[in-house]
């Protein structure tokens, strides 16, 4: 395989904040693309504060299942120390997890490809002390996708570029609330929490109420042996179609007097 167009299709995508970022980093009243939350229902997830991360399980081409392990935007480790990078202890943290999905995981004719992104926290990120004591790391799974292997063909044949492009328009084709739930608790894996689900035209608009919405969130779901403050939360719709970001520091920032 080709191993940057494999990081380029891979790599998540950017999630717009809720309200847009105007100057010196504060939010303006104006949300993100103009609009609210347009689906019947969203889902509010608390962001975990710690560095993107990623495991990609592909078939090699003795039809064994195969893994890299993956920063945000850089591949640092393949099975069998074919690549070694030690950034953020990310790959040398996730490998035995990678290593126990790989003996669980399903191989099945339609199966090519398929990504697990998680939030690698605690350790020896920069918010660690909200989450762990004693420099304890841990993950939490957000999102997870497959390709068929016609599809994973048809896309390493393109060049770099259309590989990007067809990334940022959004084709990565992520598994939808039911189907993540259901494959998350088939692996037993760590997920980000699920904080609340409520009506789309309910969820606040203007920066003050929106505020106030968050503060209900305040402290982590997630501590490893100590429990501080969150970064956020994530709010998506059902059909994935809109994905916001929310966090203190921003508001915080915005509203200060």
Excluded: C
Aim: without cysteine.
């Amino acid at each position: 395989m080709d191993l940057k167009k494999i990081n380029s299709l891979t790599k998540y995508p950017s999630i717009l904040t809720y309200h847009e970022l105007g100057e010196k980093g504060r939010l303006t009243n104006e949300l993100s693309e103009s609009k609210g939350f347009s689906d019947s229902e969203v889902f509010v997830y608390e962001k975990v504060d710690g560095e993107n991360s990623r495991i990609i399980f592909f078939k090699n081409n003795h039809n064994e299942i195969d893994y890299l392990i993956g920063s945000r935007e850089e591949l640092l480790y393949a099975k069998g120390d074919r690549i070694g990078n030690p950034y953020g202890n990310i790959a040398e943290f996730l490998k035995p997890l990678a290593e126990r999905i790989i003996a669980d995981i399903i191989s099945k004719e339609d199966w090519a490809l398929t990504v697990i992104y998680q939030e690698s926290y605690g350790g020896k990120t920069k918010a660690a002390k909200n989450y762990t004591d004693s420099k304890t790391q841990g993950y939490r799974v957000f999102d997870v996708f497959s390709l068929d292997q016609d599809e994973l063909v048809r896309l390493l044949e393109l060049p770099q570029e259309k590989i990007a492009e067809w990334r940022d328009h959004g084709n990565q084709p992520f598994y939808d609330e039911t189907e993540k739930k259901k494959f998350i608790d088939k692996m037993e894996l760590e997920f980000a929490p699920l904080l609340e689900t409520i009506k789309a035209s309910d969820f606040p608009t203007s920066l003050e109420n929106t505020f106030s919405f968050l503060k209900q969130f305040e402290s982590t779901k997630v501590g490893i042996d100590a429990s501080g403050k969150s970064e956020g939360i994530i709010v998506r719709t059902s059909d994935r179609k809109q994905i916001r970001k929310i966090r203190f520091e921003d508001y915080e920032r915005t509203l200060r007097k």
